[in-house]
């Protein structure tokens, strides 16, 4: 485990920063609670689901990032640019859908 400062003076360790992917409250709302709602918009039109779906990516992304900045977490170090560039492949695929259907229409 890699502890962040030195020791004080009674030679107690500070804790280490809080890793979100640890505690179950806290994972639930930054990486379930955008799963979920990924999930409830499969129902609505294209373009409100690419919207939506670029948007929890990107935090999703952003939110490990940030946890594997504060915590070195191997796996956070890998999904986190995952996400981000999904959301950037959603984005790319739904502009070309849209350039092919003002083009054809």
């Keep these: ?16 920063p809080f890793d979100w992917a640890a505690d179950r409250i806290t994972h639930a709302v930054v990486w379930g609670l955008p799963k979920a709602i990924m999930l409830f918009v499969l ?6 689901r690419a919207e939506v779906w670029i948007a929890m990516l990107i935090c999703m992304g952003g939110a490990c990032l ?12 890998y999904t986190g640019p995952f996400f981000i ?18 083009g054809h229409g």
């Design 1 to 16: 485990m890699m502890w962040y400062g030195n020791a004080n003076l009674n030679g107690e360790r500070p804790l280490p």
């Design 66 to 77: 940030l946890n594997a900045r504060r915590r070195q977490r191997i796996h956070c170090r």
């Design 43 to 48: 129902f609505f039109d294209p373009v409100t």
């Design 85 to 102: 560039v999904m959301a950037a492949v959603v984005l790319a695929y739904t502009s070309a859908c849209y350039r092919l259907a003002i």
